[in-house]
């Protein structure tokens, strides 16, 4: 059982991986439109689920070149990038049309992804590389009508999160190695000979260059948060609750940039050494993708507000921000609990949760403005805490 030693000069991220990533921009882009129809429960529960396919596709072939390091193929990259943007061209006509291509592009970049490793790689650090189950429903799904087509996605998508939380490493090389010993018994004429035990290739992740990758990838969702933000305010007549929505929008991206990236409520997952703090780094990806998920919905509940700045909000559009909020605080406290303490939860994340679930309630009788306002007040109070609770460690 082997890994790979990975040099000791500290990667960084390649021109093509930076390329690759910016995919997501287009992607997270794409789902917003999702939620400009009008943010039905309906609308926001396929807005999770395309989400989640989007960010699973990424992360493969993230982890992909990763591991692979510089033997990463070039073509492969670029063959999933074109998935990626077909998938999200078809995001367009949902939930109606091109379902079925965004569903075969899923399966095609996923079986192409997991063929890149050689016949006796195992990649511990992420199962569902090699482990398809989840894969399974979508196959089906092509050949369901709507709604069913997209019950079966979130079924396959909940398969894959399951698997990524329940798949133990050091397990899956010990049943690797069973199975390969099973097979070598099984072969002709072997019957009475001892098995040599087999030599499996256990691949793991550079640590400090994942760590640079999950953090440029919340970078571009902010952007795409600034971008969707401008985009909505260029077409508004400038009036005050205009400019204080655009400024206040502004903030609160800032603020959600300081507690993922600056405090490194994600990095702070990868140690300073550059191995996880405790943690598998199946759940390290798990935890990027729920905050990567709620940056993107506040991003985007930001820009719907922002082309309504003045009169009635819909209920939808508040949840849409409200909801959004509470979910980030929620990922960023089960994210700083290991390493700053259960206690710490009182001091914001418990409390600012529960005042985003309050602005997510009042937002039709508050207003847009107000309602941006209260968004930025309770990510500046979490600011300031951390803050002067980081200054009190020194």
Not at 243 to 254: E, K, M, P, S
Not at 264 to 291: D, K, T, W
Request: charged letters at 15%; a positive charge.
């Amino acid at each position: 059982m082997v890994t790979p030693a990975h040099s000791t000069e500290e990667r960084r991220a390649s021109w093509t991986e930076l390329f690759f990533d910016l995919v997501a921009v287009a992607g997270i882009g794409q789902l917003t439109h999702l939620l400009h129809r009008g943010p039905s429960l309906r609308e926001f529960g396929l807005y999770v689920v395309l989400y989640l396919a989007f960010w699973v596709v990424w992360a493969c072939v993230t982890v992909y070149s990763n591991v692979a390091g510089e033997q990463a193929r070039t073509t492969m990259v670029f063959g999933c990038m074109f998935g990626l943007c077909v998938m999200m061209a078809a995001v367009g006509g949902a939930p109606d049309e091109h379902m079925n291509v965004f569903a075969a592009i899923y399966l095609l970049v996923r079986v192409a992804s997991s063929m890149a490793w050689r016949r006796g790689q195992i990649v511990v650090d992420w199962p569902i590389a090699q482990i398809g189950a989840g894969t399974v429903p979508w196959l089906v799904s092509l050949w369901v009508p709507a709604p069913w087509k997209f019950v079966l996605w979130a079924v396959g998508l909940a398969i894959d999160l399951w698997i990524m939380f329940a798949v133990d490493s050091e397990r899956m090389m010990v049943d690797a190695e069973r199975k390969v010993r099973a097979r070598l018994r099984r072969g002709p004429g072997r019957k009475s000979r001892e098995v040599t035990p087999p030599k499996l290739q256990a691949l793991r992740a550079d640590a400090p260059h994942l760590g640079e990758r999950l953090g440029q990838y919340l970078i571009i969702v902010l952007g795409e948060g600034v971008i969707s933000v401008i985009a909505a305010i260029s077409v508004e007549e400038w009036t005050l609750s205009v400019c204080v929505i655009g400024a206040g929008a502004f903030l609160c991206l800032i603020a959600m940039w300081a507690l993922t990236l600056r405090f490194g409520f994600v990095p702070r997952l990868m140690g300073e050494a550059g191995e996880s703090v405790g943690l598998p780094y199946q759940r390290v990806m798990a935890v990027h993708c729920a905050i990567s998920g709620a940056i993107a919905t506040v991003a985007g509940g930001l820009g719907l507000v922002a082309a309504h700045p003045s009169g009635h909000l819909p209920v939808g559009l508040g949840w849409v921000l409200g909801g959004g909020l509470a979910a980030f605080f929620l990922v960023c406290g089960l994210g700083g609990v290991r390493s700053a303490g259960a206690r710490w939860l009182l001091r914001w994340p418990v409390p600012c949760l529960a005042v985003a679930l309050v602005l997510g309630w009042a937002a039709p009788h508050i207003g847009g403005m107000w309602l941006v306002l209260g968004v930025m007040v309770t990510l500046a109070a979490a600011v300031v805490s951390e803050t002067s609770r980081t200054t009190e460690g020194r």
